[in-house]
């Protein structure tokens, strides 16, 4: 599975999961992050500008990184305990909005499924239609500049409502009710559409060589890349690494490749 | 349909109510505008094709738009018209899957505002006018869900000056037969070969299926058209669309056949450019192309011989004033 990144606010929340998939911390000069075989977590701290500094600075120390769950607890006028995923994250202050693109209903089933606004301050405005909490907006603020909202997501478990209300939650309920939402949690991992990609490893693999031994632009490295593609496209392959080594220079290895391309053959 | 996004204005018309009831277990997602969720960033038109989520919404003004020039199956006034936007088609060479970011479909439950536009734009002009429908999707194809051409042809039916062209590839055409065909409108069915459907009309009907359609509903005395587009090159092009003609036009009455258009492969620059990142292992986008005036094209050589090829092929089956070149929409 490629890489996914978990982020949750506080380390009650992030204790279970730490403990569930086996996880161990990273050392970091300015992040809590925490790796395992399936999934790396980071605990970005409360509120949405500590969400958004610390995601973004995740992607940029995580490369890998090509999805993210936020995992939290968050105020509902709904059952406690009640695992939600979100259909929509708005920030309250900005009114600005993302929709991530959910899964199939058949993937997480049961699941039900509510907009999270995220406040700068507890609220306890409750309601049915939403989920209030802190960090969701920054956390889809800063991912959805560099991943598609396929593969941002939020997981929230009911931890406050009218009847009990923000006063009542400790680091105990907290880690309790995200235990609880930890099978929609790998139910969504393994729903996220990774399949639908295209599967570009063997020109990365070619282009990265062939880069790291022959001087190219910038420029040339982007048209290298689309000609490889093409090449794998019109000949089920990438061109051969050993038959390219006679080439020593980025114009070369161009002509090549376009002379191969222009004279395949296309038929139906 | 797993999500279904409705906008709140929407949300009490029956007609949202009608096509929601079709989706019992959908997650239903209010929104204040359909742009809220459709082609917003961070999108990826490939994955969510996979799993395309429905809108319902209110289409505001622009609903009745000129044609380009050239594009008319013999008509002065043309206009075209989408009730919505994408395809429950995978056709590669698309251009949706370059305009958008969103694979999402978006339906516009404000049937009748339509209408009135296509009535008062007809009301202006002295001679007919044709209003195409199928730019932006295809018109048949979600018909069992929208029914929007069962309501439009019932409007048709009371516009005689206006004329109509249901584009589509769709075989949902019990709605049609099981109804007097209109003498104003044409059914035209975009065509290519079986080998070209297999490989790049992906989740379309095969071309056996359309051409039983076509037979269909003109037997029952529907117009019908048929649309060789896009036409797309090949070393064994001249195998291909002879015996493509040859398969549709022995099943066909042809001197009935209103009219037959061919439509070169072409796209907008920037279309293609978003086209090859999201399917980069498309032999049919990867083939040699050239780029003139900001469209991508064969070279003119090739484009050329294709369509010299095909009109002199159609001269066998067809008059030349049931032939129109170039009505292209791929």
Redesign the interface.
Known sequence: MPSICLITALPAEARPLITYFGMRAIGHSHLRLHQGESAYLLQCGVGKLNAAARTAAMLQSLPDVVAIINVGIAGSDRTLGETLLAHGVQDQASAQQWFPHLPAVNRLPDVASIQVCTVDKPSSNYTQELAFDMEASGIFNAASKVLDLAFVHCVKVVSDNAESTLDTITAKSASASIKEAIPTVEKLMHALPFDALPSTSAVEALSHALTNRVHYTATERHSLKQLLHRYNALFNEVPNAQALEKYNNAKDIRKMLLSKIDSAAVTY | M??I?IERDVLSLSRTQNILSRYP???H?L?DRYT??FN?????F??????P?LILAHKHGNRVIETPPGYHIGGENNYYFSHMLNCIYDCRYCFLQGMYRSANYVVFVNYDDFFEDIKRTTDLNSSPSWFFSGYDCDSLALEPMTRFIETCLDNFSMTPKANLEIRTKSTQIRNLLARPALDNCVIAYSLS?E??VS?EEHKTPSLAKRISALKSLQDHGWHIGLRFDPL?????YQQ?YSDLFEQVFKELNRSAIHSVSLGPFRLPKQFFKKM?R??????L????TNMRDNMLSYDEQTESSLLNFCETRLQDYITPDQYFPCVSVS
């Open positions: 797993d999500t996004y277990n959908a997650r997602v929104v809220d969720v917003a960033p961070a999108q990826n490939r994955v969510q094709k996979r799993n989520a070969p080998e070209v490989a797309l090159k090949a070393d064994n291909l090859i999201l399917y980069p292992e498309s032999k986008l990867a083939a040699s």
